[in-house]
Nanobody, 115 residues
Framework: QVQLVELGGGLVQPGGSLRLSCTVSGVPFSSYAMGWYRQVPGKQRELVAQIGAGSITRYEDSAKGRLTISRDNGKSTMWLQMNDLKPEDTAVYFC?????????WGQGTQVIVSA
């Protein structure tokens, strides 16, 4: 069974940085494209960054230049480096495949950007 574990969230001031991690077990991680999603209460979960099995990356417009997605297939782990954080980045961040069929969601990691 696939398990997704997201870590690294926290409280950070505007302009600060965080690095989120996503560890995947139960599947051959290197074979799959992966994505980072975020969800604000009352809104749909949105895909903000994705990385292909060959490490080609794609970003949602508001993430370009501030968020960097990367992966280490040997560690079955993906990261999201978040710089110059803004209050509107406040959300719970999840990892999963960037398209259906999705795997069961992990618990996510909360990011709060506030002064």
């Amino acid at each position: 069974q696939v398990q997704l574990v997201e870590l690294g969230g926290g409280l950070v001031q505007p302009g600060g940085s965080l690095r989120l991690s996503c560890t995947v077990s139960g599947v051959p991680f290197s074979s799959y494209a992966m994505g980072w999603y975020r969800q604000v209460p009352g809104k749909q979960r949105e895909l903000v960054a994705q990385i292909g099995a060959g490490s080609i990356t794609r970003y949602e417009d508001s993430a370009k230049g501030r968020l960097t997605i990367s992966r280490d297939n040997g560690k079955s782990t993906m990261w999201l480096q978040m710089n110059d954080l803004k209050p509107e980045d406040t959300a719970v961040y999840f990892c999963n495949r960037p398209f259906t069929p999705l795997w069961p969601w992990g618990q996510g990691t909360q990011v709060i950007v506030s002064a």
